[in-house]
T-cell receptor
Framework: GAVVSQHPSRVICKSGTSVKIECRSLDFQATTMFWYRQFPKKSLMLMATSNEGSKATYEQGVEKDKFLINHASLTLSTLTVTSAHPEDSSFYIC???????????FGEGSRLTVL | QKEVEQDPGPLSVPEGAIVSLNCTYSNSAFQYFMWYRQYSRKGPELLMYTYSSGNKEDGRFTAQVDKSSKYISLFIRDSQPSDSATYLCAMSAAGEGRLAFGKGNQVVVIP
């Protein structure tokens, strides 16, 4: 099946710094990618929809200046957590929609810990 | 009322038993129905993908969609300890990018 690669899988950073997470579709082109956040024992929460070549669409309550999303190519979307704080510590997951079937494939997730 | 309701469990079954999971939903526009499996500290992986009503079988897994009742099910036959994971249902409307997720159902298969 289609593969979505997410990097890094784990990152620890100091409060106030910025962290970039990459999401790549390895064997298909994804015009649309999604970014989710998952708290322990909770379901996935959609943060934003990333469309190649245009601005991301953020869900209500998600700060667009804090969570910068760039979808520069059909195979890469990035999420940058700016000026990270401990409350930003979470599991961030991306997904990409395969164009022909419409199936959604997820990355392995990135665990962010802000000290 | 939430868009998707899924009893979070947990559900413990002995090895070899049939696991039965289900979700209900309220949005009649949903046409794509998915089940994801998520192991601890990993991202969700797609298990089953169904368009509209009907049944779909893949190995030990069977997905059922009943749009008239707004009810979907996942059955796992001959369950194995390796099936122990959280199972999430998800659905979307045609032409929409966002998925509505259930809370997830933790399943434990006891050897």
């Amino acid at each position: 099946g289609a593969v979505v690669s997410q990097h890094p899988s784990r990152v620890i950073c100091k409060s106030g710094t910025s962290v970039k997470i990459e999401c790549r579709s390895l064997d298909f082109q994804a015009t649309t990618m999604f970014w989710y956040r998952q708290f322990p024992k909770k379901s996935l929460m959609l943060m934003a929809t990333s469309n190649e070549g245009s601005k991301a669409t953020y869900e209500q309550g998600v700060e667009k200046d804090k969570f910068l999303i760039n979808h520069a190519s059909l195979t890469l979307s990035t999420l940058t957590v700016t000026s990270a704080h401990p409350e930003d510590s979470s599991f961030y997951i991306c997904s990409a929609r395969e164009g022909n079937t419409g199936e959604l494939f997820f990355g392995e997730g990135s665990r962010l810990t802000v000290l | 009322q939430k868009e998707v309701e899924q009893d979070p469990g947990p559900l413990s079954v002995p090895e070899g038993a049939i696991v039965s999971l289900n979700c209900t939903y309220s949005n009649s526009a949903f046409q794509y129905f998915m089940w994801y499996r998520q192991y601890s500290r990993k991202g969700p992986e797609l298990l089953m993908y169904t368009y509209s009503s009907g049944n779909k079988e893949d190995g030990r897994f069977t997905a059922q969609v009943d749009k008239s009742s707004k009810y979907i099910s996942l059955f796992i036959r001959d369950s194995q300890p390796s099936d122990s994971a959280t199972y999430l249902c998800a659905m979307s409307a045609a032409g929409e990018g966002r998925l509505a997720f259930g809370k997830g159902n933790q399943v434990v298969v006891i050897p």
